[in-house]
């Protein structure tokens, strides 16, 4: 069985700066929802009161010896990650031993509840490989708060994202007036969904204490992912947006549907990507390779035994997702095969042949590039200055370690190993169309 998270710690966190980070992730007005909407509901102006935001550790402390490794060899891989499919990767290389099978040592992973929580630990250096959402990336590296030094250094997978909404939804434009969802501010759900709800002529709000929300408003709150398809099914939203298995658990348990897939949106987009300190890469490169081909391999493993693969990490597998097979196998294979989906318009670009969750770990630069743009168009709650001062290129260049990552793709095949043509696998434009 995997472990979850204590907060408990012996590293203090200046408290002026703790609350300035807090702020900064969830701003003034985030509030977790509360054990009452999880059994009884909650208008949405209590959902918005009536609990709190996991705190933050907003110190740059440093990884202990034991993450980063030294005299003794090579670290242990201590990983870290939220309970939805985006962790596959990671968390098949452990079950399945491809980490093991690359030489290096990986320590059961631990779950964590929220994103507040694994970045806490992930400053502190209790965990030196997690996936984090890629916005959340540049937040890490370039906000005022935080400046830590987090390298990305793979893709954990492309798409499996979607909005969820009540049966009631059948447009953008039906969201107006109400409340939806989202994981993180710095999210890329954050940014496809305000993309959306601009382009359908509505207004992403981010003021959580409003009392009233005009019908061209879209008030968003930010909700951690186990807790989504609750609220859903009390009705204190209208919808959310967030990564598998949330939006199958939304089919399947919580009378939702879904109203569009983010990869139908922006084509074979990165949501969570694999990181560590960038300390970690430099004084670690043979090591940090390793763990890059251990997940290569697991990528590879997941594309061709996906029903396999969710039964192997569900809780009648390995126990590292807590949900059972069924919500994993739907968020891994219930797709373009689903006509419902292409009636409704959940599919609208069939043509782009994807999966509902891909896998493929190079990073592309133009990626990186495009979202740095599209974040600054982006409402969030809290400081986000930092983002007018980033130039998008010298994010890519910068944020992202490329070698090790293209020495393991090359070592399993290269990019035709995945079904992307060599001139495709390490250049690409992006494509975002509604």
Known sequence: ??????????????????????ELVGGAGWRNPSEKARTSGLSRREFMKESGLASLAATGVAATAGCLGGDDGPPTAEIGYLPITDAAPLLTGYAN?????HGVDAAEPTLFRGWSDLSEAFLSGEVNVAHFLMPMTVWMRYGDTLDANVKVV??????????????????????????VAVPFWYSIHNVILQMGLREHGLTPRTDSSADEVADDEVNLV????????????NGSI???????????????DAGGKILRF?????????CCVVVMREELVESQPEWTTDVMSGIVDAQQYL???????????????SGLLPQGPEPIDRALTHYDDHEPYLDSGAIRNADWDIDRIGFYPYPYPSYTEELVRRMSET???????FLDDLEPGEVADDLVAYDPVRTALEAAGGPPAFDVPEDDGYERQETIRF
């Open 97 to 101: 031993d491809h980490f093991a099978d």
């Open 1 to 22: 069985m995997t472990h979850e998270h204590s907060t408990a710690r012996g590293d203090e966190v200046d408290p002026d700066v703790a609350a300035s980070a807090r």
């Open 379 to 385: 409402r969030v709650e809290g400081e986000d200055a």
């Open 238 to 252: 209208e919808g959310y947006i967030v990564a598998e298995p949330f939006n199958a658990i939304g089919e399947l």
């Open 222 to 233: 930010v909700t951690p992912p186990p807790d989504m398809p609750a609220a859903l099914e």
């Open 262 to 270: 983010t990869g139908d949106v922006w084509r074979e987009h990165a």
């Open 154 to 179: 793979a893709w954990d997978h492309t798409d499996g994202s979607a909005l969820t909404v009540q049966q009631d939804i059948d447009e953008w434009e039906d969201l107006g007036g109400g409340t």
């Open 303 to 317: 594309r061709e035994n996906r029903s396999e693969a969710a039964r192997l990490l569900s809780s009648e597998g």
